[in-house]
């Protein structure tokens, strides 16, 4: 099946931002969605736009730290298109903040949702991928993970981990599986808002209004990835800002 038309590609963190604009980008391509995050009247909206554009979208509230909201997604997009594509682990936690603040329940959120959403996705994945003979999984990565500033230890920490968890994927999938890590620069989303440090929160806001780049751009690497031959897999990606270090 070359390039987009007709694939079903399930997005988790399909609600705003990155996952939003790869669901858009992606439809109008002619991907069919299954969309998947927390808040069900944004993903309800989403799927109405695609629907309203011609394309074809479905969607399941979904929350990355439980295993059975993962499941329940793959099935979906079984039940409704016979079959799944690609899986895009998108869903992520950035509440950064100095390892002094010991803001121990933030750095739990990021390793539940950081880590074990992408260990999740594939568990329920890669079963399907292995019947059907195909499959991609494409997870967002981080910048972070090359490049540790002070505040972000942690958030980096699982950025690190899932590059190396699809790595090892990536050498256990055999050759007809895919495995795309794609890991984004600073993005004019909403990321600087889930820190609860005031300073931090401030100066990542002022580099994302200052150099930060379209979610669309990320979506455009997502893409990329999906629409080369079967034969290609496309290991890694970074898109970062010109402008960024």
């Excluded at 390039?3 to 399930?10: I, R, T, W």
């Excluded at 309800?44 to 499941?71: E, S, W």
């Excluded at 682990?89 to 949702?113: H, K, Y």
């Excluded at 890991?183 to 580099?207: C, L, Q, Y």
Aim: proline residues 4%.
């Amino acid at each position: 099946m070359p390039g987009l038309d007709g694939k079903v590609v399930a997005i988790t963190g399909a609600g705003s931002g990155i996952g939003e604009a790869t669901a858009l980008l992606l439809a109008e391509r002619g991907a069919r969605l299954v969309l998947g995050a927390r808040r069900s009247e944004r993903l309800a909206d989403l799927a109405g736009r695609i629907g309203k554009a011609g394309g074809a979208a479905v969607h399941i509230r979904t929350d990355v730290t439980r295993r059975d909201d993962l499941h329940a997604l793959v099935a979906l997009a079984r039940e409704r298109f016979g079959r799944l594509d690609v899986l895009v682990s998108n869903a992520g936690a950035g509440t950064i903040s100095p390892l002094d603040d010991l803001r121990v329940d933030e750095w739990d959120q990021m390793v539940d949702v950081n880590i074990k959403g992408v260990l999740h996705g594939i568990g329920a994945a890669l079963p399907v991928f292995r019947a059907q003979g195909t499959g991609h999984f494409i997870t967002t990565a981080s910048t972070a993970a090359f490049r540790i500033v002070p505040a972000m230890a942690v958030y980096a920490g699982t950025k690190i981990a899932v590059r190396a968890i699809c790595e090892g994927l990536r050498q256990e999938a055999g050759d007809s599986l895919r495995v795309t890590t794609v890991s984004p620069g600073a993005v004019a989303t909403d990321f600087a808002d889930a820190s609860t440090n005031p300073e931090v929160r401030a100066r990542i806001a002022e580099m994302r209004d200052r150099i930060a780049i379209p979610p669309e751009a990320i979506a455009r690497a997502v893409a990329f990835a999906i629409e080369q031959p079967a034969t290609v897999d496309v290991n890694e990606i970074v898109v970062r800002p010109t402008a960024q270090n």
